[in-house]
T-cell receptor, first 112, second 114 residues
Framework: DAGITQSPRHKVTETGTPVTLRCHQT?????MYWYRQDPGHGLRLIHY???????DKGEVSDGYSVSRSKTEDFLLTLESATSSQTSVYFC???????????FGPGTRLTVT | AQSVTQLDSHVSVSEGTPVLLRCNYS??????LFWYVQHPNKGLQLLLK??????LVKGINGFEAEFKKSETSFHLTKPSAHMSDAAEYFC????????????FGTGTKLQVIP
């Protein structure tokens, strides 16, 4: 258990509404990541962070923004949700001196 | 550029028989390689990792994997399948350094038949 929580765990929202997902960690890790998981695609990186206010885009960043104002929190925002953003979203952390990532429990988002 | 290919999307074995999940990778650098397991409606759990030490890596729950550079493979094995092994398994390749770009395979679903 890497001390990662995600909220909410489930959310249903309508097309065009903004949505914010939260990832919270308790162990002061520098690196944090947001992925989406879709059948047949594995996990794909949306955005990542390498410190407070230091973020960058991953391979599927269109339609998503992130913020990290505190070490422990990494927020993923869908400015205007679309049905193609229906997915399971996972947050992950990496230890500074390690290579592997540890994942949160996920958030299932449905956009109707 | 890096990539990872899981050669089977579904594998079915009988309980008590060996498990083989195949993974080939491509990387411009000396890669780190991982296997993760995901049980239904759960998060991903690290099974094992290769980070340029011993080429035969032992993980949790009796799984192991062998890094073969000449074959660019990192296959996951277990001598005897248990019902609790039924899950989806992901092979992951990572380039070290920087933010550490990570690429996931598309997953292999393991079915264990009683």
């Amino acid at each position: 258990d890497a001390g990662i929580t995600q909220s909410p765990r489930h959310k249903v929202t309508e097309t065009g509404t903004p949505v914010t997902l939260r990832c919270h960690q308790t162990e002061n890790h520098r690196y944090m990541y947001w992925y989406r998981q879709d059948p047949g695609h594995g996990l794909r990186l949306i955005h990542y962070s390498y410190g407070v206010k230091d973020t960058d885009k991953g391979e599927v960043s269109d339609g998503y923004s992130v913020s990290r104002s505190k070490t422990e929190d990494f927020l993923l925002t869908l400015e205007s949700a679309t049905s193609s953003q229906t997915s399971v979203y996972f947050c992950a952390i990496r230890w500074d001196r390690g290579y592997e990532q540890y994942f949160g429990p996920g958030t299932r988002l449905t956009v109707t | 550029a890096q990539s990872v290919t899981q050669l089977d999307s579904h594998v079915s074995v009988s309980e008590g028989t060996p498990v083989l999940l195949r993974c080939n990778y491509s990387s411009s650098y000396s890669p780190s390689l991982f296997w993760y397991v995901q049980h239904p409606n759960k998060g991903l759990q690290l099974l094992l990792k290769y980070t340029s030490a011993a080429t035969l890596v032992k993980g949790i729950n009796g799984f192991e994997a062998e890094f073969k550079k000449s074959e660019t493979s990192f296959h996951l094995t277990k001598p005897s399948a248990h019902m609790s092994d039924a899950a989806e398994y992901f092979c992951v390749v990572s380039e070290s350094g920087g933010y550490q770009k990570v690429t996931f395979g598309t997953g292999t679903k393991l079915q264990v038949i009683p």
